[in-house]
């Protein structure tokens, strides 16, 4: 303490390191918002509205109206009455009342429900709730795809990518693309690169892939004929990783915006605001959002390119494509059901991802104990520009700012097997020694990113809370300071350091702030301010809570 109290005594300065987007493939990218009461109290629900029950229910049901009758339904109050109707909802994996309650614009007091609510934590999968009606208009295709088929999770373990290419005569097959930060790269490595990457389901990837250009499981001849095979002509996403890269980029703000609670409408291109409806999943809305995105780059594409888009694409997509692709009988999930099998058959084993009752494991905060560092930014995106604000930074506090090389080491936050490494990139599973199986997909795992790790720190090696793993650096993705950048997943779900299960690390909890890279870590009467520029209100330091190896043990760095 005496340490801690003498910096802040110290006008101390540390340069911007939040994580930057990076535009172009050329640097890997490594680099989120629900306001949560911390209390645990219960909320004593009023009696439910008493509504008639459809002869057959499902999770999440409301009547909306077919997608060949119109695209938005509307929710309003029946003939003879003055006010709307409740809307019935059932929590789906990862709800919180405060979550459920931004998602649909109402206050968790206004929830109601035959069964208690707990103010924080995680609402049981399955249990009713009803909402007052303020939503009018919808997106269609309700319940498109599993959460599970989206994500690279528990369901991607008996999946390669490359076997798979490998039984079909597309142009995938043969594909290969150079990229500057790997070389020459294999249709398969992209594929499963962006799939890691990003934790999105490899399958997921290759369906896009065979629904716009036929490329997979076609002939050798067609697709592939150009930069842009999902029609996104953008010059930084061209080549099958920049393509993919955008895909990950909608697929996850669709996703994590409808799991986190932030998004709250999307807006299509016709000027129409919609919004997901209640028995939307998250993996539905995020096949609306890409769709609906690749409708908005269509347009787009259209105006300013110097040609149209049917000249260089096999499929336009318009707003017929659009209405045809979230068609639940007959539109993109009926297709990737063909490519794949039984996309909800293969959930029934996943999911729930995040099974009520789910609690993080104990982590320390990730640097040596007695020494200050910086709390540089809040919950923000995990991985690329969009997605899950899973992430936390922090920063060696020091009067020298930008990139420039430290010597204070990132440690493990807790026990477990390091499972991926690449540049500036170390990956641990969690799960407990017994039953760790070496995977991401499964259980709790941790990354850290920017961090110059030894040649020791790799697959298969076991780290222990307070095991050096590395320095903080600038290598591993855009930014223009030295630190590291943390984010939590599990079952290959980023989980929100701000959101019902938050970020705890040596008692420091994490809240959101009003914006993304905003937010406070919190621990009894303290307060912990986030700012990329190191301030008194910024500096954190960790107490000795375990034996930890000093810098003199650790492995040196080559």
């Not at 490359?162 to 294999?186: F, H, I, M, P």
């Not at 061209?238 to 669709?254: D, V």
């Not at 659009?322 to 059901?337: C, K, M, N, T, V």
């Not at 930014?377 to 060696?396: K, V």
Request: with cysteine; hydrophobic share 35%.
């Amino acid at each position: 303490m005496k340490i801690f109290r003498a910096a802040y005594l110290l006008l101390v300065t540390t340069l911007l390191v939040a994580c930057q987007p990076l535009p172009t493939e050329s640097a890997p990218i490594g680099p989120g918002t629900t306001p949560l009461d911390p209390t645990s109290a219960e909320i004593n629900s009023p009696a439910p509205f008493t509504a008639p029950q459809p002869a057959t229910t499902t999770p999440c049901q409301i009547d909306t109206p077919a997608i060949s009758q119109q695209v938005s339904a509307t929710l309003s109050a029946p003939p003879g009455t003055s006010t709307p109707q409740p809307v019935r909802y059932v929590a789906q994996a990862g709800d919180s009342l405060p979550l459920v309650a931004r998602r649909f614009n109402v206050q968790p007091e206004e929830i109601s429900s035959p069964d208690p609510l707990p103010l924080s934590g995680l609402l049981a999968p399955g249990q009713l709730l009803w909402l007052p009606a303020r939503l009018s208009s919808f997106v269609p295709g309700q319940r498109l795809l599993p959460d599970s088929e989206v994500i690279y999770g528990p369901s991607t373990l008996d999946f390669h990518t490359s076997n798979y290419l490998d039984t079909t005569r597309g142009a995938l097959r043969v594909y290969r693309e150079y990229l500057q930060s790997t070389g020459w790269n294999g249709a398969a490595e992209v594929v499963e690169r962006v799939a890691l990457e990003n934790s999105i389901n490899p399958r997921l990837l290759l369906a896009l892939l065979e629904y716009q250009c036929h490329c997979v499981k076609g002939k050798e001849d067609s697709g592939l004929k150009g930069d842009y095979v999902l029609g996104v002509e953008d010059f930084h996403r061209k080549g099958l990783y920049g393509q993919l890269w955008w895909a990950a980029n909608q697929l996850s703000t669709g996703y994590y915006g409808w799991r986190e609670g932030w998004l709250h409408e999307i807006p299509l291109p016709s000027g129409i605001i919609s919004h997901p409806a209640p028995d939307s999943n998250a993996g539905s809305v995020a096949l609306q959002y890409y769709f609906t995105s690749l409708w908005a780059a269509h347009n787009m594409s259209d105006k300013f390119g110097p040609q149209t888009w049917a000249t260089r694409h096999p499929i336009s997509f318009g707003e017929q494509e659009w209405r045809q692709a979230l068609d639940p009988e007959g539109g993109f999930s009926a297709f990737y059901q063909e490519m794949f099998g039984d996309a909800w058959e293969r959930a029934g084993a996943a999911e729930p991802l995040l099974p009520a009752g789910l609690a993080q494991p104990t982590l320390i905060l990730p640097f040596e104990p007695g020494r200050i560092w910086s709390f540089t930014s809040g919950p923000h995106r995990a991985w690329e520009n969009e997605g899950s604000r899973s992430a936390l930074d922090f920063a060696p506090a020091t009067d020298q700012g930008g990139c420039w090389p430290s010597k204070a080491w990132v440690v493990a936050a807790a026990d477990g097997q390091v499972v991926r490494t690449g540049s500036g990139l170390v990956l641990q599973d969690l799960d407990e020694p017994l039953s760790s199986d070496g995977r991401e997909q499964t259980g709790w795992s941790i990354l850290y990113m920017h961090v110059e790790a030894p040649e020791t720190i790799q697959p298969g090696a076991h780290l222990h809370a307070g095991d050096p793993i590395g320095h903080p650096a600038c290598i591993g993705g855009p930014t223009i300071g030295t630190h590291l950048h943390i984010a939590r997943k599990y079952n290959g779900e980023w989980i929100a350091a701000g959101g019902p299960l938050p970020f705890v690390m040596s008692g420091w909890t994490a809240q959101n702030g009003d914006q993304p890279y905003e937010g406070t870590l919190i621990r009894d009467e303290q307060t912990v301010v986030a700012y990329p520029n190191g301030t008194a209100r910024t500096l954190i330091n960790r107490a000795e809570e375990t034996p930890t190896p000093t810098p003199a043990q650790a492995p040196a760095l080559k």
